[in-house]
């Protein structure tokens, strides 16, 4: 018998504040690729040029449980942060994350193709053709 478990990042949008999106990421735990859990959650309001923002928790939460509002200006804790998805360092020189350098952020670089799964919603720029989280087939945005 094989028990597979494995730790990978999850990025996902879970609504919209004004002109921003709301996106959730956090470490998930994953049991027979089915997640389980998740920690260290950071949410950030991404604008529509890709500039993601990080933000508070209870404002993003008020967003994921339906609140319609706008972010203010006490709602975002730091600066605009570096801009393409997943772990490292940002230099693009493919070297290993340690959890001191662990970070995420999102891409906004527009010759990247983005595709979105028409059944649970997820968005990714990876070059996958069938979704990671329902195994359903993406489709391309534009």
Not at 84 to 94: F, K
Not at 108 to 120: E, G, I, L, S
């Amino acid at each position: 018998m094989f028990l597979i478990i494995f730790v990978k990042p999850d990025c996902r949008e879970i609504g919209a504040a004004g002109g921003y999106r709301i996106i959730e990421t956090c470490e998930r735990l994953y049991l027979f690729f089915i997640p389980t859990f998740g920690w260290n959650r950071q949410y950030f309001a991404v604008a529509q040029d890709g500039t993601a923002y990080p933000i508070r928790e209870e404002a993003a939460k008020a967003v994921k449980h339906g609140e319609k509002r706008s972010l203010a200006a006490e709602d975002f804790t730091g600066p605009a942060c570096e801009v393409s998805m997943g772990y490292g360092d940002g230099s693009g020189n493919g070297r290993a994350a340690t959890d001191t350098d662990r970070r995420y952020s999102f891409n906004n670089d527009t010759a990247v193709r983005r595709k979105k799964c028409p059944y649970c919603g997820f968005t990714t720029t990876e070059n996958f053709t069938y979704c990671p989280k329902c195994a359903e087939k993406l489709e391309e945005v534009q």
